[in-house]
């Protein structure tokens, strides 16, 4: 256990309902990555805030796809009109610094299943 | 994006060396090389980092060659639990791009 946390570990919803994802960072890290990891693939990367600032946006895969962190604590990921090709394991990561080393402690991640 | 290149798998036997390499020909001066591994159906573990020098911890080694442009992880003593998926990732800026990485299976 890393102490990221994440919520809830498993979701099926049918195509074109919204869903929304928690994690929950180590408490005192001030960075917030999102990935996605499809079968057979390593994680990708969606996301990252620093605080509450999202500084990097532009890989998350559509517009369907939108992140928040309001208070610089927990984030979501909410994902609109589910598509049958956003099943996949959505990981949450966070970091306790910036600068040129930067370990990322991972949660175990939210699997979510489109019929 | 993943800049990174990993054999698709290797086995080990348990109690020898297992020798993961990864090659990153394109990183540049200032991007340490992080290696993770990904035991089944869990997030992603933190294994070691760096950035020319070699570098050893509690885990593993990190062998890094001059030019820098690969690189090897050395579990010095596999066991069971170390069946995973291992992956090299380099680090532009603030993300971290995995490629498919090395499934290694430690063998009995």
């Known amino acids: 256990d890393t102490g990221v946390s994440q919520d809830p570990r498993h979701k099926i919803t049918k195509r074109g309902q919204n869903v929304t994802f928690r994690c929950d960072p180590i408490?005192?890290?001030?960075?917030l990555y999102w990935y996605r990891q499809t079968l057979g693939q390593g994680p990708e990367f969606l996301t990252y805030f620093q605080n509450e600032a999202q500084l990097e946006k532009s890989r998350l895969l559509s517009d369907r796809f939108s992140a928040e962190r309001p208070k610089g604590s927990f984030s979501t990921l909410e994902i609109q009109r589910t598509e049958q090709g956003d099943s996949a394991m959505y990981l949450c990561?966070?970091?306790?610094?910036?600068?040129?080393?930067?370990?990322?402690?991972f949660g175990p991640g939210t699997r979510l299943t489109v019929l | 994006d993943a800049k990174t290149t990993q054999p698709p798998s290797m086995d080990c036997a348990e109690g020898r060396a297992a020798n993961l390499p990864c090659n990153h020909s394109t990183i540049s001066g200032n991007e340490y090389v992080y290696w993770y591994r990904q035991i089944h159906s869990q997030g992603p573990q933190y294994i070691i980092h760096g950035l020319k020098n070699n570098e050893t911890n509690e885990m593993a080694s990190l062998i890094i060659t001059e030019d820098r442009k690969s690189s090897t992880l050395i579990l010095p003593h596999a066991t069971l639990r170390d069946t995973a998926v291992y992956y090299c990732i380099d680090r532009p800026g603030n993300q971290f791009y995995f490629g498919t990485g090395t499934s290694l299976t430690v063998i009995p």
């Open positions: 408490s005192e890290h001030n960075r």
């Open positions: 990561a966070s970091s306790p610094r910036t600068g040129s080393y930067n370990e990322q402690f």
